[in-house]
């Protein structure tokens, strides 16, 4: 969610890259909630972090605690946010409370990456 929303928001300004320690599949229901605003991410795909080895980045920005103690170091300039995000891929219940666990997710990342995005337009 997170990538398909930095570039949707970013536009030309971001150019997002998501990736994960122990990649899988993009989750149905991400792709569900991510579709009722307009961003549709059904075509990504779950990445794992070594595709981006030697890359350079202007930040490194995870999102679970696991991520953060054990996201591997990138050279140069970037600079580490950690956002603290409960992952809603735990969650359980009906089909609509799991939404709305997936919903929360979205719209805190989407109120960050807002945050982030006015922070480097000042």
């Known amino acids: 969610?997170?990538?398909?929303?930095?570039?949707?928001?970013?536009?030309?300004?971001?150019?997002?890259?998501?990736?994960g320690l122990n990649p899988s599949?993009?989750?149905?229901?991400?792709?569900?909630?991510?579709?009722e605003i307009g961003i549709d991410i059904?075509?990504?795909?779950?990445?794992?972090?070594?595709?981006?080895?030697?890359?350079?980045?202007?930040?490194?920005?995870t999102l679970c605690e696991s991520a953060r103690q054990?996201?591997?170091?990138?050279?140069?300039?970037?600079?580490?946010?950690?956002?603290?995000?409960?992952?809603?891929a735990n969650a359980k219940g009906t089909h609509e409370e799991i939404l709305d666990e997936f919903r929360k997710c979205r719209d805190i990342i989407r109120n960050y990456i807002q945050n982030l995005i006015m922070e480097l337009q000042e």
């Open 42 to 61: 059904s075509k990504h795909r779950s990445k794992s972090i070594e595709e981006f080895a030697g890359m350079e980045f202007d930040y490194i920005i």
């Open 1 to 19: 969610m997170a990538e398909g929303m930095a570039n949707h928001l970013g536009k030309e300004k971001i150019h997002a890259f998501s990736a």
């Open 70 to 88: 054990n996201c591997p170091f990138f050279p140069g300039k970037a600079k580490r946010i950690h956002w603290d995000i409960k992952d809603p």
């Open 25 to 35: 599949f993009v989750n149905p229901y991400a792709i569900e909630v991510m579709k």
